[in-house]
């Protein structure tokens, strides 16, 4: 398998109205990650059944330069600093991959 760098984010936020703004900042968010971001090869968005105040973010980048440069990126940046208002709490883990299937994009 290819090397990469993968991540999940687990949030957990401070009430449903911090839930529906903390939905609309990942969306502005990902509009920018859809765009400007060629090396992000997923970054997606869960909501945990039967936990409507944690969201579970899973990101792949192709490797440590395409996560550094999503780290650097203005929307990413505007997403760090704007998430702490609605959060009760993170827990990030990094992962390395030791075998499996990522889909070739076009």
């Known amino acids: 398998m290819q090397q990469g760098v993968g991540l999940v984010v687990r949030f957990s936020l401070a009430s449903q109205e911090a839930a ?3 939905d609309e ?8 990650i859809r765009t400007r971001e ?7 968005c869960h909501v945990p059944v039967d936990e409507p105040l944690t ?10 330069d395409a996560f550094e440069d ?11 600093a704007e998430r702490e208002q609605y959060l009760a ?3 990030v883990t990094f992962l390395e991959a030791i075998d499996g299937k990522v889909a070739v994009r076009p």
Do not use: N, S, W
């Open 20 to 22: 529906a703004a903390f």
């Open 38 to 44: 060629p090396g992000t090869v997923a970054y997606v």
């Open 25 to 32: 900042l990942c969306a502005q968010t990902m509009e920018g």
């Open 70 to 80: 999503h780290e650097a990126q203005e929307h990413t940046k505007r997403f760090l």
């Open 89 to 91: 709490g993170i827990e």
């Open 55 to 64: 969201r579970v973010f899973y990101e792949l980048y192709v490797d440590r």
